[in-house]
């Protein structure tokens, strides 16, 4: 079955540091996602990304975040300069057409990011 | 700001009980989503549901969408420890942006 991957599974960085978090959605999928999900709390949603632009973006997706599809088969999020408040579980997700009855998100395995 | 409150938070079950898990909000949504979700691991997608007042069955488990559209029910029959995890609703309202709900954390026990 087709699945989003993520990597790496575990990032530990130095508060201030740059991040690179790299997805790979499923192939014919056109709509990626990123979200977050602090320990203990809910998953929430970060930004989305379709033809090659930001459609929707939340509160919490400041000028320190930005995505980005460098090629046609890897989406990334950065983070300019880490704060120990990124620290987080980050999904990616994708999906074959947005809100459609038929499709639904695939969300990858996350990847672990601690800021120390 | 759009919420959706699920309850209850915790349910812990012995193996062969019935148990339903409410996801309830203000607002309306074009679409309801259930995942379930399992410790360092990313929601897997359960069920989509539409249509106000549409029920989808998978398995032992059955999905009702309100007749509004604002709340959702998720109802497992006979339960089985297989059942343990971590079940999240999510709403969709017809921009780009899903609104998930904290969860019901269900324990069943053998």
């Known amino acids: 079955e087709p699945e989003v991957t993520q990597t790496p599974s575990h990032q530990v960085t130095q508060m201030g540091q740059e991040v690179i978090l790299r997805c790979v959605p499923i192939s014919n999928h056109l709509y990626f996602y990123w979200y977050r999900q602090i320990l203990g709390q809910k998953v929430e949603f970060l930004v989305s990304f379709y033809n090659n632009e930001i459609s929707e973006k939340s509160e919490i997706f400041d000028d320190q975040f930005s995505v980005e599809r460098p090629d046609g088969s890897n989406f990334t999020l950065k983070i300019r300069s880490t704060k120990l408040e990124d620290s987080a579980m980050y999904f990616c997700a994708s999906s074959e057409a947005q809100g459609s009855p038929y499709y639904g998100y695939t969300f990858g395995s996350g990847t672990r990011l601690t800021v120390v | 700001t759009q919420l959706l409150e699920q309850s209850p938070q915790f349910l812990s079950i012995q193996e062969g009980e019935n148990l339903t898990v409410y996801c309830n909000s203000s607002s309306v949504f074009s679409s309801l989503q259930w995942y379930r979700q399992e410790p360092g691991e990313g929601p897997v997608l359960l069920v989509t549901?539409?249509?106000?007042?549409e029920v989808k069955k998978l398995k032992r488990l059955t999905f009702q969408f309100g007749d509004a559209r604002k709340d959702s029910s998720l109802h497992i029959t006979a339960a089985q420890p297989g059942d343990t995890g971590l079940y999240l609703c999510a709403g969709v309202q017809g921009g780009f942006k899903t609104i998930f709900g904290a969860g019901t954390r269900l324990f069943v026990k053998a």
């Open positions: 549901v539409v249509t106000g007042g």
